[in-house]
């Protein structure tokens, strides 16, 4: 049985990278703008960070480069809110708020990468998920 360890200097930077996640969606939810926006760079520095550190197990970085995009749709549509044009109609039904939509599909589009196609052709890959 394989076992996948994490160093503890990414441990750490994982568990840092919770902490300023949270401190943005705080600001967001408290609507304290400069706290969300502020906190928007060291989250998403640290996925981007972790993604590339964990580039060598697929499982990984498909999972993490999903988490990447959903902090990008996450903070653009917070940005979208405090700055008051998340409801400014652009065509139809749709809004500058659902342009995070192509961050969100992106993500998905990974994790799709690596269930439907990757995964059944690598069956004897060392897996973490």
């Known amino acids: ?4 360890v994490i160093p503890l200097k990414y441990r750490k930077m994982e568990n840092l990278h919770i902490v300023f996640w949270l ?3 705080i600001g967001w ?6 706290l969300g926006i502020m906190m928007i760079i060291p989250t998403l520095v640290i996925s ?3 993604a590339y550190r964990t580039r060598q197990l697929m499982s990984e ?5 999903a988490i990447t995009f959903w902090i990008s749709a996450n903070s653009y549509w917070m940005i979208s809110e405090f700055m008051g044009f998340d409801h400014i109609t652009i065509s139809g039904w749709f809004t500058y708020k659902h342009l995070a939509l ?7 589009l ?3 990468f690596y269930y439907v196609i990757w995964q059944p052709r690598h069956p004897d890959e ?4």
């Open 29 to 34: 939810c408290m609507i304290w703008k400069p």
């Open 126 to 129: 060392v897996e973490t998920m």
């Open 23 to 25: 401190f943005k969606d």
């Open 102 to 108: 192509i961050p969100f599909l992106l993500g998905v």
């Open 110 to 112: 990974c994790l799709g």
């Open 48 to 50: 981007v960070v972790i």
């Open 61 to 65: 970085l498909c999972h993490n480069l």
């Open 1 to 4: 049985m394989s076992q996948y």
